[in-house]
């Protein structure tokens, strides 16, 4: 018997291709939430295939202890992909990730100062399950079991300068920040409110963390997020999902200043950045480079579908995010606009009560976007009208 942690739907997926899976009875249907936004590149992706394949016959693991191919050439294209970042520790998962970027802070703080381990995050922002990554998580349903947590954390509300002025202190050691939130239903910072993340870490000798485990590696049409607007770079970017294809395989990319306090064997993995995962992430950021077109003009596409959908139906108040990540606000639950899509063929999700999210694949056409929305549509006629 499993842990009784997650709620499905009567689908078990069988196998997929593209845009498409399908389950054990043949159905298909258009996959528009990608396994959480991991299978970017759609389903079955020729090139993946092959190099998996090419690699399972060569080595499938070394662990940290030697060298192998694909390590170094990797961090050296997160490290240019970023932007201005030189380091890089490759995890498992997002939670790892950020994992290693808090342990980078707390490192930094204890070697500049007594009492600068404080780190501040934002409200309706997620980071993932581990202990650390939930002590900067900032909805509380998801906290509120595990206490006590990793002290000395404290959220602002998204978006309020003047909150976040009044939290960064000279005892900050780290601001953490979702550049467009993914799990509180795709929800973006302004670049005002980045802007002044930046600036009050240099005032204050604080890092700023930026997470784009949903965001990054391309989902906006960008390559991170934060590289929407001009003069933007983070002292550590922390990615993950399509990173490898589904292979388990997450990094945080560093400057220099974050990684000097820590020293050898301060941090470490068995599994993190395996030749398969490496080598699978370096044909994964070829495609993703290749499709940046593509995903500006859909994903623009994209969200004009869902405005014309918001002006249709009342049940829609808002439409939010950029590229490959749209959210949409409901005035009604959204788990039964969820549930009647899955039974019209088509996969999406709610990240909370009245959120929907689309993370749709970045090979995504306009002509898919056409069949969620007349979808979509669909779902929404059936809908009782809500009290507006
Ligand atoms: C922004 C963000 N950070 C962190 C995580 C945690 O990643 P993982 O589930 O791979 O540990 C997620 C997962 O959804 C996420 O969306």
Not at 26 to 44: E, K, P, S
Not at 362 to 367: D, G, N, R, S, Y
Request: aromatic fraction near 8%; charge should be negative.
């Amino acid at each position: 018997m499993l842990l009784p942690i997650y709620s499905r739907p009567a689908l078990t997926i069988d196998q997929g291709e593209g845009c498409y899976v399908w389950d054990t009875a043949g159905r298909r249907y258009l996959d528009f939430i990608t396994g959480i936004g991991v299978n970017a590149l759609g389903h079955c992706h020729p090139r993946i295939t092959r190099v998996i394949q090419e690699q399972a016959a060569r080595c499938l693991h070394t662990s940290n202890l030697y060298h192998h191919a694909y390590q170094a050439p990797l961090a050296e294209r997160l490290t240019t992909w970023s932007g201005g970042l030189s380091r890089v520790f490759f995890g498992n998962s997002g939670g790892e990730a950020i994992e290693a970027a808090l342990k980078a802070a707390k490192a930094y703080g204890t070697a500049h100062g007594s009492g600068k381990f404080q780190l501040v995050s934002i409200e309706g922002s997620f980071h993932g399950r581990t202990m650390g990554a939930l002590s900067v998580t900032g909805q509380q349903k998801y906290r509120q079991p595990f206490q006590p947590l990793v002290p000395g954390v404290t959220f602002v509300p998204a978006n309020r300068i003047d909150a976040l002025r009044a939290a960064v202190t000279d005892d900050t050691a780290a601001i953490v920040v979702e550049v467009i939130q993914g799990e509180n239903g795709i929800y973006p910072m302004s670049e005002e409110f980045l802007q002044e993340v930046r600036r009050l870490a240099d005032f204050h000798d604080a890092l700023w963390i930026a997470d784009e485990i949903q965001c990054g590696l391309g989902r906006t049409g960008w390559r991170f997020a934060y590289q929407q607007f001009s003069g933007l770079l983070p002292d550590i970017v922390v990615t993950a999902k399509p990173l490898a294809a589904g292979i388990p395989l997450s990094a945080a990319i560093l400057n220099e200043k974050a990684v000097a306090a820590i020293g050898k064997g301060q941090h470490g993995t068995t599994f993190g950045g395996g030749p398969l995962a490496c080598r699978v992430a370096l044909e994964v950021l070829d495609i993703i480079e290749e499709l940046l077109p593509n995903i500006r003009e859909t994903g623009a596409y994209l969200h004009e579908r869902l405005v014309q959908l918001q002006g249709k139906f009342p049940l829609i108040t808002e439409v939010r995010g950029i590229g490959m990540m749209a959210g949409i606000q409901l005035r009604a639950l959204a788990h039964g606009v969820v549930n009647s899509a899955m039974e019209q063929g088509l996969l999406i999700n709610c990240t909370h009560d009245t959120a929907i999210r689309l993370l749709p694949p970045f090979i995504a056409t306009k002509a898919d976007v056409d069949q969620a929305m007349e979808t979509l549509t669909a779902v929404c006629v059936e809908m009782p009208a809500p009290a507006v």
